[in-house]
Nanobody
Framework: QVQLVESGGGLVQAGGSLRLSCAASLRPFSSYIMGWFRQSPGKEREYVAS????????DYPDSVKGRFTISRDNAKNTVYLQMNSLKPEDTAVYYC????????????????????WGQGTQVTVSS
């Protein structure tokens, strides 16, 4: 059974930092494109970041570019999201996602492109 388990969420003040982790049972992990999305109440799921299989390609929307960094450790089957300079509007449930694309160095921006999803971790940024 494929599992993606997020951790690291919590309550932080505006301007603070958090690092999210997503541990994956996917094998081989290095063949999966990984992504992070977020969703707040009443809003659609929003793309946050994507990383290619080797970690050589990363991508972010303008809303988080320069503040968030996605990375992965293929030896630990884990993807991370370092979030700095957090704002109240970053408050959401953050989801890890994965899709199998052997031999690709792409990133994926659309939620429908990802087959596997975690349960999410809550991030709350107070003003």
């Amino acid at each position: 059974q494929v599992q993606l388990v997020e951790s690291g969420g919590g309550l932080v003040q505006a301007g603070g930092s958090l690092r999210l982790s997503c541990a994956a049972s996917l094998r081989p992990f290095s063949s999966y494109i990984m992504g992070w999305f977020r969703q707040s109440p009443g809003k659609e799921r929003e793309y946050v970041a994507s990383i290619s299989q080797s970690g050589g390609n990363t991508d972010y929307p303008d809303s988080v570019k320069g503040r968030f960094t996605i990375s992965r450790d293929n030896a630990k089957n884990t993807v991370y999201l370092q979030m700095n300079s957090l704002k109240p509007e970053d408050t959401a449930v953050y989801y890890c996602a994965a899709d199998l694309r052997p031999g690709s160095s792409r990133i994926l921006r659309a939620s429908w492109e990802y087959r596997y999803w975690g349960q999410g971790t809550q991030v709350t940024v107070s003003s």
